[in-house]
């Protein structure tokens, strides 16, 4: 299937949708993305999008960090993005990638007189993590960026230069993935995820004052150990040597699913295995994701059938 996209009002192949080499968030990684997923219902014949309302209204808030306008009301850019779904015909699951940046072919880094564009894409995704098999993952001699260098709550292209550092490493060193810490030694995230743990029966995660993106899976994931496994989730600042000791870790991300952590620093998390919250956190995660959970429809957007105006 070849990958459409979303380009100067219209929908084109992605071999058409080109941009100059002088571009300004090339140069300078001045551009605020997303990473949306649509998934494949079989028996409903249908592509639901994942909470595309949460990403656009995130993008939102990425693009007044780095002042760029976006080309319309979020309603806009769902049904934009519904549509394209519709129109690639995809019957699998797929990975949305809407991206805003500064257009102009200038040179100098600023964020002010600047035009500004925007695209959606969208293409298969190969399985990011092995969601199944869980992973390795070692903390990583890069700290996440603080908020007061480039704020890692805005989803912009130039910080993950920080996480490309650290998966590199993490890779080249034998791991699946690296889990980085602020720069004053907490627990982070991951290079495209956030941490869980299962700690004395409590969901613990890092809050959004250690450097995190406020993740949507983490979000979805955080709602759903409340609600169907009655646990209480606690949002606080966690020490590296607390991975060490937790029953289980789980990793969140739109690309990465709800993916088990199963060791750390060649330290196995509880037993090694994949833990019992993780395993039902992932059945639900799944099941809602793809339409299959009437109680968490209002997440799950169908692509629709409907023409946007330029
Ligand atoms: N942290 C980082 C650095 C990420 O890139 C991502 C992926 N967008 C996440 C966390 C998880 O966010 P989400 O669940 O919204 O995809």
Redesign the pocket.
């Known amino acids: 299937m070849p990958a459409l996209v979303y380009f100067h009002k219209q929908f084109m192949p992605v071999s058409e949708a080109k941009i100059s080499i002088m571009t300004h968030a090339f140069h300078y990684g001045t551009a605020c993305f997303e990473?949306i997923r649509a998934n494949w219902n079989q028996e409903k014949q249908q592509m639901y999008v994942f909470r595309m309302k949460e990403?656009y209204e995130?993008l939102q808030k990425s693009c007044r960090i780095l002042k760029i306008k976006l080309p319309g009301s979020i309603d806009h850019l769902c049904q934009i993005t519904a549509e394209l779904v519709e129109r690639s015909g995809f019957k699998e699951d797929v990975y949305i990638r809407p991206l805003a940046y500064k257009s102009s072919e200038v040179i100098g880094p600023k964020l002010y007189d600047l035009e500004d564009d925007f695209f959606v894409h969208v293409a298969q995704l190969p399985m990011y993590l092995d969601t199944e098999k869980g992973i390795k993952a070692c903390v990583s001699s890069w700290r996440r960026t603080d908020d007061s260098m480039i704020p890692?709550r805005g989803?912009i292209t130039g910080i993950y230069v920080n996480?490309a550092l650290a998966k590199t490493e993490a890779h080249e060193n034998g791991y699946d993935e690296a889990i980085m810490l602020s720069h004053d030694g907490h627990v982070s995230?991951?290079?495209?995820?956030?941490i869980m743990l299962v700690m004395d029966g409590k969901f613990v995660t890092p809050q959004s004052s250690d450097n995190?993106?406020m993740?949507?899976?983490?979000d979805s994931v955080m709602k759903l150990a409340r609600n169907e496994l009655g646990m209480e989730v606690v949002e606080r600042t966690i020490d590296r040597s607390e991975l060490y000791i937790a029953d289980e870790c789980m990793v969140?991300?739109?690309?990465s699913h709800v993916t088990p952590v199963l060791e750390i620093d060649h330290r196995p998390i509880g037993d090694g295995k994949i833990g019992k919250v993780t395993r039902q956190l992932m059945t639900l995660y799944f099941d809602v994701i793809h339409g299959r959970n009437q109680k968490y429809m209002e997440w799950c957007a169908p692509a629709l059938r409907k023409t946007v105006k330029a």
Request: glycine fraction near 22%.
């Open positions: 990473g990403h995130r890692p989803k996480s995230e991951g290079s495209g995820q956030n995190i993106l993740g949507i899976t983490r969140t991300g739109t690309a």
